[in-house]
């Protein structure tokens, strides 16, 4: 059994309880696991929201016999829910008087008739619920609920988050623990007095139909108002200085009279343009300190696998670039920045996924056919392959069967059309058999029932892609906690995702512009200079040299395997791959290690394993 998050990790988390007396005893069992928590109180006195939180986070409002609180980063203030929340009278109503407010963060209401709770649309901010012995509890961490309530692991869940590069929509959202369920982002969890957990529908994304000049307009409202919520006018904000989307809130930011640290981090690959264009963007931003962390400063991918400090609650590989995330951390709180604005999210909202052609098609056939055949081309997609992946009907559900068919194929990476439901999922060749036929056993299970995030394929991968992105933006925020800086990530924030989503596929569907929604919505935020770049640095060689670098800690992992202890890798074949790696081995190898790294740290983390290190 997992411990709960203390309070020395700065890590935040909330336990969300009924007011029941019987709700009392899982509160002295929290106190028990995790010290002598906070608490928000029903109106009958007895615990409501138990955990850990920084000041400022937990916001609360009594309205007579109801409460209505926000736990995260925003600005709301107690007369703020009062004046937004006086018509509400259930606890769904309440929830949803705050909708439309900036920032991220859950919201939560009490009622005599019952409670509940919802996180962000991106996904960022979850919620997992657990019912067992009439008692339903509800978190933001699933590692906490397993704490309380005993979970153990499940080695299903586990093999699932072998596959590369993630697993198809719904099992990628499924916790690791047994018992646990994870409420969707665009729903929201009502636990009733009387009645069993239940989950509501609370949000449909927007059509897509405002004109790009519209919806550039509100992509700039939503980021600016993104931007405000983090720290105080007068507080040091850090904010990436890199690539487009870091760049607009580092103009934002310094807009607002702010005073910004820009941080760059040079790449060891001689082609990356982003130290160039973020002393260009330092310059014509203007009120900016730019620190510049040199390549031997910054540390490499794979670096510190072997350190347990962050309590993460499921496998990510966001550990592989943990060692480089919190050097640019540390130098922000170098500067006395608490709050650090990065561009995470800005790829999966604005760029265009190329089944989007397949949303333009039904619209505007020629331009659809025109961005097809330019993405033929420049991919270099077979012409009958890209026939048949646009004539294919196939439903969400059958697509998902067909899965199992891909698992065990040869080959570095898909490089057929990417205009299906998802990309196809791999297994590493150092998968077991028997974990290979119990992935093959849940994908034919779930197959029949499996839904899309949306009717449209399009829609569906640019969703599913943002909560696969919101994941790990997520856990890099966690670990960024522990050295004092609270890690915003705006794109994610449920106003910008609702404008980035709202624009007309015809106007950032072309594969020649370069996320031209953003472009138009910094046209009076950045210098036409900065607006006319269209390249992204690319982080291969930097893991590749990482990965090297590190292959005595890679080997060590895969001597010692947890998972091979569990029969869901080879041991020996891991180890043999590292030796002797293809052009598909470091591919195939970030979501082994998320998982092995992770069970790692639940080890040291499990109480009669000895006490976390820090």
């Known amino acids: 059994m997992a411990q709960v998050p203390d309070l020395a990790s700065r890590v935040s988390w909330f336990v969300m309880v009924p007011d029941t007396d019987a709700a009392r005893s899982a509160v002295r069992l929290l106190e028990r696991l995790g010290g002598v928590p906070q608490t928000i109180t029903h109106a009958s006195g007895r615990p409501w929201l138990v955990g850990r939180w920084e000041a400022g986070e937990a916001v609360t409002a009594e309205l007579g016999p109801n409460r209505l609180a926000v736990l995260g980063e925003h600005r709301l203030s107690t007369e703020d829910l009062l004046r937004l929340a006086g018509g509400a009278t259930d606890s769904e109503d309440l929830c949803a008087s705050l909708r439309d407010q900036p ?54 869940a586990l093999a699932l988050r072998l596959l590369t590069p993630f697993s198809p929509w719904p099992l990628m959202w499924q916790p690791v623990w047994r018992g646990i369920l994870a409420v969707r982002p665009d729903e929201r969890l009502v636990l009733d007095r009387t009645a069993a957990p239940r989950t509501r529908q609370r949000w449909q994304p927007p059509e897509p139909s405002l004109d790009l000049e519209t919806a550039a307009a509100r992509l700039r409202q939503a980021l600016a108002a993104a931007v405000t919520v983090r720290g105080g006018l007068h507080d040091v904000v850090a904010s990436d200085l890199s690539g487009m989307d870091s760049t607009s809130l580092c103009a934002l930011a310094a807009g607002q009279g702010r005073h910004v640290i820009g941080l760059t981090c040079v790449s060891p690959d001689p082609l990356d343009d982003d130290l160039p264009w973020a002393q260009l963007a330092a310059r014509e931003i203007g009120k900016v300190t730019h620190e510049v962390i040199a390549d031997d400063a910054y540390p490499l991918p794979y670096t510190d696998l072997h350190e347990p400090a962050d309590r993460f609650d499921e496998p990510t ?61 420049a991919y270099r997609w077979g012409r009958g392959a890209t026939l048949r992946a646009v004539l294919d009907r196939r439903s969400y559900g059958r697509w998902f069967g067909s899965l199992v068919h891909t698992l065990a194929a040869e080959g570095t990476g898909f490089n057929g059309p990417l205009l299906s439901w998802g990309p196809p999922v791999r297994l590493a060749s150092w998968t077991t058999p028997d974990a290979h036929a119990t992935v093959r ?113 890679l080997l060590d992992l895969a001597q010692g395997s947890r998972l091979a202890e569990r029969g869901l890798i080879d041991g020996p074949a891991l180890r043999a791959a590292l030796e002797h790696p293809d052009d598909r081995t470091f591919y195939d190898l970030d979501q082994t290690l998320a998982a092995e790294t992770w069970l790692r740290a639940h080890e040291e983390t499990t109480p009669g394993n000895g006490e976390h290190s820090r």
């Open 317 to 377: 590989a966001a550990v592989i670039y943990r060692a480089g995330f919190l050097a640019a951390s540390r130098r922000a709180a170098d500067h006395g920045a608490l709050v650090r604005l990065t561009g995470f999210g800005g790829d999966e909202l604005l760029t265009a996924d190329p089944a989007l052609q397949l949303t333009l098609l039904r619209t505007q056939p020629r331009l659809a056919l025109r961005h097809l055949r330019t993405l033929r081309s």
């Open 103 to 156: 920032g991220s963060f859950h919201v939560l209401a009490s009622t005599p008739g019952g409670v509940a709770v919802h996180g962000s649309l991106s996904g960022y901010r979850r919620v997992y619920y657990h019912c067992a012995g009439g008692l339903a509890l509800a978190s933001d961490r699933a590692d906490v609920l397993a704490a309380l309530t005993g979970a153990d692991l499940d080695d299903e």
């Open 441 to 553: 056993r849940i994908l034919r299970d779930h197959a029949a029932a499996a839904t899309p995030l949306q009717d449209d394929r399009g829609l569906h991968g640019r969703l599913a892609g943002l909560y696969a992105g919101a994941s790990a933006g997520r856990h890099l925020a966690q670990a960024s906690r522990r050295v004092g800086v609270t890690t915003a990530l705006p794109y994610f924030d449920d106003q910008v995702v609702e404008a980035g989503l709202s624009v007309r596929t015809a106007d950032v569907a072309s594969p020649r512009q370069y996320k031209p929604l953003i472009v138009r919505a910094m046209r009076d935020v950045l210098p036409e200079s900065l607006r006319q770049r269209s390249t992204k640095a690319d982080t291969s060689i930097s893991a590749l040299r990482g990965a090297e670098r590190h292959r005595s800690t």
